[in-house]
């Protein structure tokens, strides 16, 4: 999270992902860095236990949104 939002500060778009669980520590960080309106995306929580065809699947599932994300940018 902070790495994106590091380097969308310095003109470098990024797409940030976290667990579902996560959204709120995000939002929070997001917050405290100054940038409360950052846009990252969550994926399904739990992810440690996936297989590597499970992870696979998800990443080709978010693709599209990530691709979304670093094409519009943050506003």
């Not at 405290?32 to 599932?61: C, M």
């Amino acid at each position: 999270m902070l790495d994106g939002i590091v380097f969308e500060k310095v003109g470098i778009p990024a797409a940030s992902i976290v667990t579902d669980v996560f959204e709120g520590t995000g939002r929070a960080m997001a917050v405290s860095w100054g940038v409360p309106n950052y846009k990252f995306l969550a994926l399904p929580h739990p992810i440690a236990n996936l297989t590597d065809a499970q992870l696979e699947q998800r990443a080709r599932e978010i693709t599209p949104e990530v691709v979304k994300l670093l094409l519009q940018g943050q506003d």
